[in-house]
Nanobody, 125 residues
Framework: QVQLVESGGGLVQAGGSLRLSCAAS????????MGWFRQAPGKGREFVAG???????SYGDSVKGRFTISRDNAKNTVYLQMNNLKPEDTAVYYC???????????????????WGQGTQVTVSS
């Protein structure tokens, strides 16, 4: 199993940018599809972005065109670049390993093998 540690969260004004990082250790990182989810207070966990072993990506509708997921297999790290942030992006963001089906890039939360501890992103208006 892979262990995940997120970093890069914080407070930013609307329209600003943040980059989240997720460092992985354990089993071969390059074998895993990786994803980002978020959970706002009182809401369920929402798929944000996913990337498979061949760097094919998927995005949730609410972040398409603003967020970009990428991975560096040499550094065992996956990133989430978040631009043009909105107050509704405020949430705890979680990194996830595994959870794709048939080699795809969409990550199913029910199939995720490992979760990070989460990092808070707060966007002020």
């Amino acid at each position: 199993q892979v262990q995940l540690v997120e970093s890069g969260g914080g407070l930013v004004q609307a329209g600003g940018s943040l980059r989240l990082s997720c460092a992985a250790s354990g089993r071969a990182f390059s074998d895993y599809a990786m994803g980002w989810f978020r959970q706002a207070p009182g809401k369920g966990r929402e798929f944000v972005a996913g990337i498979n072993w061949s760097r094919i990506t998927s995005y949730g509708d609410s972040v398409k065109g603003r967020f970009t997921i990428s991975r560096d297999n040499a550094k065992n790290t996956v990133y989430l670049q978040m631009n043009n942030l909105k107050p509704e992006d405020t949430a705890v963001y979680y990194c996830a390993a595994g959870g794709s089906r048939f080699g795809g890039s969409y990550v199913f939360s029910s199939d995720v093998e490992s979760w990070g501890q989460g990092t808070q992103v707060t966007v002020s208006s």
